[in-house]
Structure formats: structure tokens, C-alpha cells
């Protein structure tokens, strides 16, 4: 069954261990470099991939061996790649900088990430899955990707939305149509508030007058509050040693999506969320820690 196809920035996530992280005309040395491929939305497909949920994905990359190695890491999870656009120029790279007492710095060039054009989309191709799940771009090279967001929205029956900060930062009105059409409204409590200007639950109510269906919202180590027509929950997180929280709100979404796929109520949705987490959060990288549905107790 094809289920979930996911659209947003592809990056090539470069990670220097480095003695210091040098201020203005300071120099220091790398001790070593890793290589992990990222991206808000492929993360979480990566973790519906391995939950047994059929997948693809739309995004670009350019020509490069970046490119080569994010392609090759989506066909390994098997997630569908026939919907991303090939390009000349650079694939998207975030690189991080983290000293040893676990300071960080990060710059992201996002390369051809902004760049995607509504009718450089597979369209048709993308129809064939029930849910979009979307995830935001830088927008520093124009914003086309966002545009060509605003526009898919409407093919699809279900739509899942993670705005991250570059999203919420734009605003409500710029945020608007997306919204409007979304299912499922996936933020941390920090973005919604930004976005709408107002305390979470308000933010939310203000969402269910929009369209949504159901408001997710993220509140770290507090677990998850979660709304909709005719009910809220609040699902505790799960006790377990913290390795790294990088992608801890992409493994929530892979969950809740997968709870809501399967039909199941808010509160069993929350906790299967808050269950990939946990799973995340043990291990270092936003991916090395998503687990295999046959690894959960359900």
C-alpha cells in the first residue's frame, strides 16, 4: 500500500569534533569528521521506512557526491527515490561544529534545496500516496520550494506538517495556506507559539478554526499535548538515558503518523510517538536510533 511520501530539504549533515569553536579571526583544528545524512522530513520517513510504511520522497540534489550519498541511503531504508529532482550545482550541507565540552555551531548552505519548482514535480507520481508530510526549507535561495509546498497541498487526501523554526519565523500569513490544509499540525510548543503569537493551547484552538484536524504539539522532555475537535491529551514521555536529542521531534512524528495510519485514538497516537523517541534519543544521530517495528513492544 502506498502510504506516505515525504517533501522538504535534503541535507548532507557533516559533523566536525574540533578542538574549539573559533570566534572572529581565531583558528582551531577538526579531530575528525562524520557524515550522516539528514533533513527534518527524510529523517521521519526514514523512521516510517522502518516502521514497514511504504515511502517516498520529493526534494533535489545537485550533482555531487553529497547527492550520491543521500540517494543511496534512502534506497538502503527503502524508501522510494524516483521523485527527487536531479539537478546541477550542490546538494544541501549542514555543517555542525562541536567542541569538547559539546558546544555546537552549524552552518547549512542549502545548495539546490530552494530551488524545486511546482512543475519539476512527478505529480502524478506523488498522488499515488495517501499522506504528504512537510518540513521546511531555508528559503535563502529563493523560494520556490515553499511555493511549490503551498501549491501540492491540495493533491493529497492527508497532510502532515512539521514547520520547524524557518517556518515559524515567517509567520502565520506566510504559513496560512499550508495550514489550512493540513491534517495532522505537528510543531514544538517554542514554534507554534512563535507562529501564532499566543500561548500553545490558544495557538491550537485558533488551528482547529483553520482546518486542521489534529494538533500535536512537542514539549520536549514534558512529552506531548495533543488536540482535537473533541478532546486533549497529555502523554508523558518514557524514562531513558539521553544520548542525543538531535531528531527526537522527527522520530515523534514518524510515530504519530504511523498511530494515525493505523486508526488509532490521540492518546495511542501520543504514546507510539513519544515510543520512537525514546528509541532516538539513546543513540547519536537523528537516524542511528529509529527503530524497527519488530524492535517495539505495541
Not at 125 to 132: I, N, P, S, T
Request: overall charge negative; aromatic content about 8%.
Amino acid at each position: 500500500m502506498t502510504e506516505v511520501v515525504g517533501f522538504g530539504a535534503l541535507n548532507l549533515d557533516k559533523i566536525y569534533s574540533v578542538d574549539k569553536i573559533p570566534r572572529a579571526d581565531e583558528e582551531g583544528f577538526v579531530k575528525d569528521v562524520k557524515l550522516y545524512p539528514g533533513g527534518s522530513a527524510a529523517n521521519t520517513i526514514v523512521g516510517l521506512a522502518r516502521l514497514n510504511i511504504k515511502t517516498a520522497y520529493i526534494g533535489k540534489v545537485g550533482s555531487d557526491e553529497e547527492a550520491r550519498i543521500l540517494l543511496a541511503d534512502f534506497e538502503r531504508e527503502g524508501v522510494e527515490t524516483t521523485l527527487i529532482v536531479r539537478a546541477e550545482g550542490r546538494s544541501g550541507n549542514a555543517m555542525i561544529f562541536v567542541d569538547e565540552k559539546g558546544n555546537r555551531a552549524i552552518l547549512v548552505d542549502p545548495g539546490v534545496n530552494d530551488t524545486l519548482r511546482y512543475d519539476e514535480i512527478d505529480i502524478e507520481g506523488a498522488r499515488k500516496y495517501r499522506l504528504v508530510h512537510l518540513t521546511s526549507f531555508i528559503c535563502k535561495n529563493g523560494l520556490d520550494s515553499l511555493e511549490s509546498q503551498k501549491k501540492i497541498v491540495e493533491e493529497f487526501e492527508y497532510v502532515s506538517f512539521d514547520p520547524g523554526m524557518p517556518y515559524a519565523e515567517r509567520g502565520l500569513e506566510d504559513m496560512k495556506k499550508i495550514i489550512e490544509n493540513t491534517t495532522i499540525f505537528l510543531p514544538s510548543r517554542q514554534e507554534i507559539e512563535i507562529l501564532f503569537g499566543m500561548n500553545y493551547r490558544e495557538a491550537a484552538e485558533e488551528c482547529l478554526q483553520m482546518g486542521v484536524e489534529v494538533v500535536a504539539v512537542k514539549l520536549g522532555s514534558g512529552g506531548c499535548w495533543i488536540r482535537n475537535r473533541d478532546r486533549e491529551v497529555r502523554v508523558k514521555p518514557l524514562t531513558v538515558r539521553v544520548v542525543d536529542t538531535t531528531g527526537a521531534g522527527d522520530a515523534f512524528n514518524a510515530g504519530f503518523i504511523y498511530g494515525f495510519l493505523k486508526e488509532k485514538d490521540l492518546e495511542e497516537c501520543g504514546k507510539f510517538g513519544n515510543l520512537v523517541a525514546s528509541h532516538c534519543i539513546q543513540r547519536f544521530g537523528a537516524r542511528d536510533g529509529l527503530p524497527r517495528l519488530s524492535e517495539l513492544s505495541l
